[in-house]
């Protein structure tokens, strides 16, 4: 089954602002994590959100989740030109032996 | 800090032909896979191999594809035959432990872009 699906798929905002980019995800998991690409390179690990954590901090990145309802929100605040990257949720669905990733959120931050 | 490597970057083959893409992982790592990226899609996992052997892999993964860590270092992803829907890229990851139930996030290769033409 699909895992890790993100919405939107392309998000445009300007210097300064919060982006919200957030994931959906169908089956149980034991954690969930962000991971960032830039174009044309490999994924980077950004934060990682266990099943039994609501919400996560890293410098200006905020990870919520909600088991209930199977999905994750990822913040960027007070974003910067750099941030332009594609973001991908990735869940484990429960195995452990891969992660799942999805489409990600294309983001773009004009300066 | 250490890192993952694919060699080589960009890869153009006739269909048909066997390819083998190369990695190296980060040396006190245990856990390797290999995932996909059809241009602007999404990463699809193919494989994840623990302990000279294949711990899951996913419908794309048949048996065309194979993976072997032939030494101490390297970790390949053979491809038998090539397909033009072969062409994507593959990127080779690595992490400290198991995935599921623990924190060990993994770290990728910048990938090969294979282009089967």
């Known amino acids: 089954s699909q895992q890790g699906e993100e919405d939107p798929q392309a998000l445009s905002i300007q210097e300064g602002e919060n982006a919200t980019m957030n994931c959906s995800y169908k089956t149980s998991i034991n954690n969930l994590q962000w991971y960032r690409q830039n174009s044309g390179r490999g994924l980077v690990h950004l934060i990682l959100i266990r099943s039994n954590e609501r919400e996560k901090h890293s410098g200006r990145l905020r990870v919520t989740l909600d088991t209930s309802k199977k999905s994750s929100s990822l913040l960027i605040t007070a974003s910067r030109a750099a941030d332009t990257a594609s973001y991908f949720c990735a869940t484990d669905g429960g195995q452990g032996f891969s992660f799942i990733f999805g489409k990600g959120t294309r983001l773009l931050v004009k300066p | 800090e250490p890192e993952v490597t694919q060699t080589p970057s960009h890869q153009v083959t006739q269909m048909g032909q066997e390819v083998i893409l190369r990695c190296v992982p980060i040396?006190?790592?245990?856990?390797f896979y290999w995932y996909r990226q059809i241009l602007g899609q999404k990463v699809e996992f193919l494989v994840s191999?623990?302990?000279?052997?294949?711990?899951?892999k996913s419908e794309i993964f048949d048996d065309q594809f194979s993976v072997e860590r032939p030494d101490g270092s390297n970790f390949t992803l053979k491809i038998r035959s090539t397909k033009l829907e072969d062409s994507a890229m593959y990127f080779c990851?690595?992490?400290?432990?198991?995935?599921?139930?623990?924190?060990?996030?993994?770290?990728f290769g910048n990938g090969t872009r294979l282009t089967v033409t």
């Open positions: 990851a690595s992490s400290e432990i198991r995935t599921g139930g623990s924190n060990s996030p993994l770290h």
């Open positions: 040396s006190n790592h245990l856990y």
């Open positions: 191999f623990y302990n000279n052997e294949i711990s899951e």
